[in-house]
Structures are given as structure tokens and as C-alpha cells.
């Protein structure tokens, strides 16, 4: 079978081209760890309030973890529980959130911490909070006619 030139080097190039990105998302997934934010932790949605940790929502210290505190927010309509919360700088932290109700975002403005809350589904992200300030927690996802008054805040602050 012939194939002209230029089909070639076009075929060369579509194939390599989904090479790299196939290892990128291959490398991404399995080398770095990054996965979708709630893919493995489930949670009766209807239980939210009787299930730990999310019967008592806020900043918990945590011993022999890879992290050094766990902060936990439940989402409902049209808001965050704790509303405010303030967490000291440097420290590892890992979200744990979830919603009751509907689908509602966890974003934290000025930070790459942006999750879906998903009923039934615990989402998590581990960071570390390295500058002082107060950073707003915002619903990204619509859900409802409170939606644009949904917010909460993490005030880092000294130690
Ligand atoms: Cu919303």
C-alpha cells in the first residue's frame, strides 16, 4: 500500500501527539497521584450530620497522619458549616468536605484548591496554607437561588 509523504508525516504526527498526551494524563494519574477529588469516599448523604468527622465540622488536629490537622466542612443550601474558620500557617492540612443536599464547589479564592461536592461522595485535598490572610471560600456550582450568598472563610493566621 502507498501512502504519500505527507499523509505520513501527518499520521506520525497525530499518533505522537496522543502518545504524549496519553503519558502526560499516564504520568499525572499514576506517578503524581492525582486523581479525581471524590472518587473513593462514599457517605450516606441523609447521615452527614450523625457520620465522622462530618457530626463535628472545623479544624481537628490529627496524630501519626501525613498531615497535621484535618478541616472539615459540610456544604448545604445555601451555605459552609464551620463559616469560618481559622487555621495556622504552615501547617499540613487536608479538606474533608461533603454536601447534604445538591451539588455545590468548594473553591478557595487566591489558592489551586477547587473541588465538587457531590451527595454521597467525600471530597478531599491536601495542602499547606504558607501566607497570612483571609481567604474566601466560594460555591461554584449553582445551586439554587442562595448560591450567589454561599461562602465560608479560612483566616490563616500566626501560630
Ligand atoms: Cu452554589
Redesign the pocket.
Known sequence: MHIHKFEKIWLIFGVATLLVFLSVVGVSAFYLGNQPPSCLATINPEKVDTTAPFDQPGLKKVEGKEWDYELVFVAS??RYNPGEVEVPIGAKVKVLATTKD????FSVAGTNINMMLEPGYISEFTTTFDKTGEFLIL??????A???M?TSKIKVVEK
Open positions: 443550601a445555601f445538591v451539588v455545590h464547589g460555591c461554584n456550582e449553582y445551586c439554587g442562595g448560591h450567589h454561599m
